[in-house]
């Protein structure tokens, strides 16, 4: 299965965060939470540590080959 | 008789007749013969006409108003062109018809720019146009604009509720521009500062001249469905209304009404406003200004990504304490329950409390345990844990956390839990003179 995106996980991330600040969790799944929620943001920082931008050009038949980004 | 441009001398010739010519004989009167003029053929005077107009007369600017336009099957364009006493047939050939925005109205003040000639088959005096402008500059362009603006509003394609959000987080912007211009230098710099991890595909195409519009709209058409993309930017840099002409045709509005993405348009300065910036989801003003809205900011995502874990934390410890609360409220609970009966059998009573105190404390233990494995938890995973810099706990028996001096006779078996895992101890007792 395809690792999810930033987009995902922040998304997931989102929900964590009020089930876990909601009132009425039961500490189980409050801690099970707790473990998907540090592995989420661990996973995001990592993508956001990407420091260099890919550019890539769409060819014909969605060939793709990289692009200078001519900004040198 | 070939007519000769050089020799035919049309408007030489007289109208009148050669005066006859007396011949004188001895034995008669004299006799008058005419000599024959020069007859011309209607075709001939026809074409030399049109000689003389197209070589004597240069190219000029002429206005009028239109009337009677005709757009031909063959993409060629008739009209007439007048002003209050006199008008003139036009001709507008496709070929340079193509260049039109858009067809006049009849009652349109225009000026157009053209030979005169004479159309040899019918005798016709007509005016050959080049060039057609309305009489204030952009005049056609705007009719254009707003022909083209109406047709879509009536489509519902201009909507405000048509218009899709945006993704917070793409993870790839597609972006259609010019691979040479310096929009896209613009919005990769943008990009770069912003969202480094992002990933961008681009479609180059031509954005300005003709066929411009095919090429946009077809590279709108494959970005969206390539399915790679989650996010479009459809751009370029200032320009004339000439220049920015193709985002204002109607093949882009479709393909971006059609695109399957959120589309970000961002054609020429704040000031220009094309049909492109009002089908799309987004208008920016400016390509930078794409960029930014396209992706997120590094910056603020890595704060918010800092916090997330003291949040859980924080959010875990209430969860804990709740449970604990439970737990002592059931207890008092049940006690309240039993003590509120008056029954004879107290002993019965008694002991039924006795076996339900048990029970509980059974119960309180199990979850007394799953709170320990909770805390345990908590402390291993939470970023605050200060094992990492050498602190370690001490447990005793129960699980419980030891803290004082004086729960550590000599002897006492115990555990230390330091940051990888628990040690086995054996307590040889506190230290002289330290202070509890």
Redesign the interface.
Known sequence: MEEPGLEGRLRRLEQIVSALEADDLELERALALFEEGVAHVRAAEQILAEAELRVEELLQGDRTRPLRSGDE | MKADRKTLDLFGSSEELEPPIELETPESPPVHVRAEPRVWSVSEVNRSVREMLEDYLPPLWVAGEVANWTAHRSGHRYFTLKDDQAQIRCVMWRRDARQLPIDPENGMNVRVFGGLTLYEARGEYQLTVRQLEARDADGLWRLAFEKLRKKLDVEGLLDPRRKRAL?????TV?IVTS??GAA??DM??V??RRA?????????CRVQGEGAAVEVAEAIR??SA?GRA?VLIVGRGGGSIEDLWAFNEEAVARAIAACSLPVISAVGHEIDVTIADLVADHRAPTPSAAAEVAVPD?VQ??EL?ET??I???R??R???E??GRRIADGGERLERAMRGRTVPTRQRVLRATEWMERALERQVGWRRQ??RA?AG??DA?S?LATLGRGYAVALGEGGQVLRRTEEFPPGLRFRLRVMDGRVRCDALGPEPDEQS
């Open positions: 993704p917070r987080h793409p993870g597609g691979a040479t896209l230098r990769l710099t990009i770069r480094p991890w992002t990933r961008v595909l681009v479609r180059s494959v970005l390539c989650d590094a995502l890595g990504l997330l874990p949040r859980f934390a959010a875990l209430g969860a804990v709740r449970r799953a709170l909770a938890k908590l995973l970023p």
